[in-house]
């Protein structure tokens, strides 16, 4: 028998020219002509197990897919954290997923090419467009293009995804969300003290108790200082100091011996790879351990901050750590992290370091390098993604529809008007409702309706209809009855949870049965 495939295609849509570059563009012997029955008929080379293969459904390496419950708690998450920023005076706004790679600026580790770093691409014109690797520096953009008509200081929040080029790993992925605020345009101490006030409020109306979380503060001076002592100043060491920040950045979770390696020739994961060090010699290494190890926290801008925020009352919350540096190139003066600090353990018992959940910091530079004049900022940044993950551990997430909608069924396929209507009633009501789109019978929908976790369905057939009523079916209470039935005959006699009402009590007996399993 012949493997090949004969494709009937109505004439109109296809012509030879689209089998050389359409839909068939793989066929080398492919041709159309009328057929005995009056359509226009292809020959495709193409064999029976050719055309039965798929596209395997691939999920991008570092990427995840996100479920309903995890989207309904974010959402619940962002609400919570909007209400804290604007609280604070800030406005929010939103800015595109992709800027010119030049307007984000090279402030990711990158050498000798455009996407180093960054997911980048050219546009019809050969404009290289880069997905932005944070928010802070699209807001610069903003700020520079909108100077004159925005009030100065100018504060807004914003939140979205990132992007970043780099290895992804356990809990580290290529597309996170974050959560920004930014004052732009003074160079006050006490924007940047609000900032960490803004953070601990911030986590602690998430459910994070306190005495769970500190936010640590320094001020890259102070190190920038050490890095110029030590022959890393000036722009033409930009490229090694920024290895070194990102080394640093990482103590709390490789401590000071990993730290020293990434300062040196580098470092061997678990996993076995290898990430390459700053080559700093012996007497360079040593210098950046020492302040670690010494803790230094004398800087003048150090101080003025710590007399604010103990002033407001923050002692508690706030402390001064040398060994925040962030990781990015473009931080000036302070930098911040809020931390979780308690302890948890994994489903296997294992211990679990959930540890920085947000930070940021001074960035007088930013801005500047769209405009002539200086235009000093701040900013504080939360990671959505990890905070979640914490949240979920502590039990602080809202259940929000816990569980899902009521289904309404469809018994007479020919009345599906009055099954949508019934639905619409529902749903005017603010109740969340379906109607059973499938075309299963009554069996196969209340398994549909079981799966999709609906409380109750809406059942009408012809003699509830005659009688203008409808019957509930309360699913949850059913389940639980039905635990308590040990045959059939007693199962059909007491049909558990079902009840009659007229169709005009439908939205308020509905409302009776989500109220009894508090949905």
């Given at each position: 028998?012949?493997?090949?495939?004969?494709?009937?295609?109505?004439?109109?849509?296809y012509?030879?020219?689209?089998?050389?570059?359409?839909?068939?563009?793989n066929c080398?012997?492919f041709?159309?002509?009328?057929?005995?029955?009056?359509?226009y008929?292809g020959r495709?080379?193409m064999?029976?197990?050719?055309?039965s293969?798929?596209?395997?459904?691939?999920l991008?390496?570092?990427?995840?897919?996100?479920?309903?419950?995890?989207?309904?708690?974010?959402?619940?998450?962002?609400?919570?954290?909007?209400?804290?920023?604007?609280?604070?005076?800030?406005?929010?706004?939103?800015?595109?997923?992709?800027?010119?790679?030049?307007?984000?600026?090279?402030?990711?580790?990158?050498?000798?090419?455009?996407?180093e770093?960054v997911?980048?691409?050219?546009?019809?014109?050969?404009?290289?467009?880069?997905?932005?690797?944070?928010?802070?520096?699209p807001?610069a953009?903003?700020?520079?293009?909108?100077?004159?008509?925005?009030?100065?200081?100018?504060?807004?929040y914003?939140?979205?995804?990132?992007?970043?080029n780099e290895k992804?790993?356990?809990?580290?992925?290529?597309?996170?969300?974050?959560?920004?605020?930014?004052?732009?345009?003074?160079?006050?101490?006490?924007?940047?003290?609000?900032m960490?006030?803004?953070?601990?409020?911030?986590?602690?109306?998430?459910?994070?108790?306190?005495?769970?979380?500190?936010?640590k503060?320094?001020?890259?001076k102070?190190?920038?200082?050490?890095?110029?002592?030590?022959?890393l100043?000036?722009?033409?060491?930009?490229g090694r100091?920024l290895?070194?920040?990102r080394?640093?950045?990482?103590?709390?979770?490789?401590?000071?011996?990993?730290?020293?390696?990434?300062?040196g020739?580098?470092?061997?994961d678990?996993?076995?790879?290898?990430?390459?060090?700053?080559?700093?010699?012996?007497?360079?290494?040593?210098a950046?351990l020492?302040f670690?190890?010494?803790?230094?926290?004398?800087?003048?801008?150090?101080?003025?901050?710590?007399?604010?925020?103990?002033?407001?009352?923050?002692?508690?919350r706030?402390?001064?750590?040398?060994s925040?540096?962030?990781g990015?190139e473009?931080?000036?003066?302070?930098v911040?992290?809020?931390?979780l600090?308690?302890?948890?353990q994994?489903?296997?018992?294992?211990p679990?370091?959930?540890?920085?959940?947000?930070?940021?910091?001074r960035?007088?530079?930013?801005?500047?390098?769209?405009?002539?004049?200086?235009?000093?900022?701040?900013?504080?940044s939360?990671?959505?993604?990890?905070l979640?993950?914490?949240?979920?551990?502590?039990d602080?997430?809202?259940?929000?529809?816990?569980h899902g909608?009521?289904?309404?069924?469809?018994?007479?396929?020919?009345?599906?008007?009055?099954?949508?209507?019934?639905?619409?009633?529902?749903?005017?009501?603010?109740?969340?409702?379906?109607?059973?789109?499938?075309?299963?019978?009554?069996?196969?929908?209340?398994?549909?309706?079981?799966?999709r976790?609906?409380?109750?369905?809406?059942?009408?057939?012809?003699?509830?209809?005659?009688?203008g009523?409808?019957?509930?079916?309360?699913?949850?209470?059913?389940?639980?009855?039905a635990?308590?039935?040990?045959?059939?005959?007693?199962w059909r006699?007491?049909?558990?949870?079902?009840?009659?009402?007229?169709a005009?009590?439908?939205?308020?007996?509905?409302?009776?049965v989500?109220?009894r399993?508090?949905a």
């Amino acid at each position: 028998m012949s493997n090949k495939v004969w494709l009937f295609l109505p004439r109109p849509l296809y012509s030879s020219r689209t089998s050389q570059h359409g839909q068939y563009s793989n066929c080398s012997s492919f041709r159309f002509g009328w057929s005995r029955r009056g359509t226009y008929a292809g020959r495709c080379c193409m064999s029976d197990k050719s055309l039965s293969q798929r596209t395997a459904a691939r999920l991008p390496k570092g990427m995840r897919d996100i479920d309903a419950a995890e989207m309904r708690a974010m959402r619940e998450m962002i609400a919570t954290i909007s209400s804290v920023y604007e609280r604070y005076g800030f406005d929010p706004l939103d800015t595109p997923a992709f800027e010119y790679t030049d307007a984000l600026g090279k402030f990711l580790p990158d050498t000798d090419r455009p996407n180093e770093g960054v997911f980048s691409f050219q546009d019809e014109d050969e404009q290289w467009l880069s997905l932005r690797y944070d928010l802070t520096a699209p807001l610069a953009r903003y700020v520079a293009a909108n100077y004159d008509a925005i009030a100065k200081p100018f504060r807004r929040y914003q939140y979205g995804h990132v992007w970043r080029n780099e290895k992804p790993g356990p809990g580290r992925f290529r597309q996170f969300m974050q959560f920004d605020a930014d004052t732009v345009g003074t160079a006050s101490p006490a924007a940047d003290v609000e900032m960490c006030m803004l953070a601990a409020d911030t986590l602690e109306a998430l459910g994070i108790p306190r005495g769970s979380y500190v936010i640590k503060v320094s001020n890259r001076k102070i190190l920038d200082g050490v890095m110029e002592a030590i022959g890393l100043g000036g722009q033409e060491n930009a490229g090694r100091r920024l290895i070194v920040l990102r080394a640093i950045d990482k103590l709390d979770r490789l401590g000071l011996q990993g730290v020293e390696q990434l300062l040196g020739k580098g470092r061997k994961d678990e996993s076995g790879d290898f990430t390459k060090g700053a080559e700093l010699a012996k007497k360079q290494i040593d210098a950046i351990l020492d302040f670690l190890k010494r803790g230094e926290t004398g800087d003048a801008e150090l101080a003025d901050m710590r007399a604010s925020w103990s002033a407001s009352g923050y002692d508690d919350r706030i402390i001064a750590d040398p060994s925040v540096v962030r990781g990015l190139e473009y931080y000036t003066g302070a930098v911040f992290e809020a931390e979780l600090t308690f302890h948890a353990q994994d489903e296997e018992g294992q211990p679990v370091r959930f540890g920085s959940v947000g930070g940021g910091g001074r960035y007088d530079g930013l801005v500047s390098r769209f405009r002539s004049q200086p235009v000093p900022a701040t900013g504080f940044s939360l990671g959505v993604s990890r905070l979640y993950a914490a949240l979920k551990h502590l039990d602080k997430l809202k259940a929000t529809h816990a569980h899902g909608p009521v289904v309404v069924l469809v018994m007479d396929r020919a009345r599906i008007g009055d099954y949508q209507r019934l639905t619409q009633e529902l749903r005017h009501a603010g109740l969340r409702a379906e109607m059973y789109l499938g075309e299963s019978g009554m069996k196969a929908q209340m398994k549909y309706a079981d799966r999709r976790g609906a409380p109750c369905v809406v059942i009408q057939g012809e003699d509830e209809r005659a009688r203008g009523e409808v019957q509930i079916k309360d699913l949850i209470e059913g389940r639980r009855l039905a635990e308590m039935i040990e045959d059939n005959a007693e199962w059909r006699e007491a049909r558990p949870a079902q009840i009659s009402v007229k169709a005009a009590d439908l939205v308020a007996e509905v409302r009776k049965v989500l109220a009894r399993h508090g949905a």
